[in-house]
């Protein structure tokens, strides 16, 4: 993907010669709007260069060059701001893991993946741990599509990255970068600065301990400085009440219950992979009230799904119940 790969080439770029985490956290703290243009501008001089097209014979690939190259800086401009507000440094882009596995029928079945970019943040001997999915579509997070198994992908990854680091290490928070362009839809003029920065906020969840049932700001705070000043964050899905908490539409979960999470998700692809190698290949689609695979399923004229045939769906209801569950269990 030429858009990852573009940000990979930032970020390297960005930090050339810089050798040790304080160097490379003053190279993102000092950034400039000049020196970023430059950047970008070498970046998208590359891509064209490696294309082999020649834009001035081709004008038509001029638009997707500057497509592709508005994408890009908007992808950057986040990666600037988390740099700039966090105490996490980039660990590593297009991290690829090939050892994490799960039971199947007969034997482990590996997963095979590339984690986007991993930051990191040590702290009293521990290493703490943030994924950054970068999705050129618009992406949500639910837990309970992880659940139940349609979306496993942030919960994989963060299993993965443990494992990959190893030692005192812990996942602090995952998250989808949706590079989507969006468009602010409000009509007051004054609140276009506000939905604009809703549109783009990160998606996925802070992992957060609890103290005496509530949860501490200290995680979403070291990922975002102004979160207590401001009390709420302009990139992560976390915001304060009055009374200094999370609010209810923060995400944000305590550790124990990530663990149950990872329990669930490593159960449901070990169920798939033994659905998969024993040949269950039902008709049995996912649809909610907010999620319906079928919609633009390129094979519906194969499997010859209809709703009307009162076929059996997946409802989620599992998913939730589950997730109900584990709520209850951590309480
Ligand atoms: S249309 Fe058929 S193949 Fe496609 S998601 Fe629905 S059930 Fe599955």
């Known amino acids: 993907n030429v858009v990852h790969h573009a940000l990979e080439k930032f970020c390297q770029l960005f930090e050339t010669g810089a050798e040790t985490n304080e160097e490379k956290r003053s190279c993102w703290q000092n950034i400039t709007d000049k020196k970023r243009d430059e950047l970008l501008r070498k970046i998208n001089s590359e891509i064209i260069e490696k ?13 997707v060059f500057s497509r592709i190259l508005s994408t890009v800086t908007k992808a950057s401009d986040m990666i600037i701001l988390m740099m700039k507000r966090g105490k996490y440094d980039i660990y590593a882009n297009e991290m690829e893991f090939e ?40 992406k949500k997070f639910n837990l309970a599509d992880a659940l139940n198994g349609i979306d496993l992908q942030l919960i994989v990854y963060a299993m993965a990255a443990e494992k990959l680091i190893g030692g005192n290490s812990e996942i602090s928070g995952f998250f989808y970068n949706s590079l989507k362009k969006k468009v602010a839809s409000c009509k007051n003029p004054e609140e276009v600065a506000s939905e604009v920065s809703k549109l783009y906020k990160l998606a996925g969840t802070v ?38 908490v999370y609010d209810r539409y923060s995400s944000v979960q305590n550790p124990e219950f990530m663990n149950e999470i990872y ?14 190698e024993e040949g269950d290949v039902r008709v049995y689609p996912y649809v909610t009230s907010s999620k319906d695979s079928c919609k633009f399923c390129p094979y519906a004229s194969v499997c010859m799904y209809d709703h009307c045939r009162g076929v059996e769906i997946n409802t989620g209801q599992h998913g939730r119940e589950l997730l109900n569950e584990i709520k ?3 309480q």
């Open 51 to 63: 294309s082999g097209i020649n834009v001035s014979e081709e004008p038509k690939m001029q638009s």
């Open 99 to 138: 050892d994490f596995s799960v039971s199947g029928a007969s034997g482990d079945v590996l997963f095979h993946g590339i984690i986007d970019r991993l930051d990191v943040f040590e702290e009293d001997g521990k290493t703490k741990i943030r994924i950054v999915d970068y999705k050129t579509g618009d």
């Open 207 to 244: 992992v957060e301990k609890m103290l005496d049932n509530t949860y501490e700001i200290k995680t979403g705070a070291d990922m975002d400085c102004e979160l207590i000043s401001t009390q709420f964050s302009s990139f992560l899905p976390l915001k304060l009440t009055t009374k200094g």
């Open 263 to 276: 329990r669930n998700v490593r159960n449901v692809a070990s169920e798939a992979a033994h659905a998969v």
């Open 328 to 330: 209850k269990n951590n």
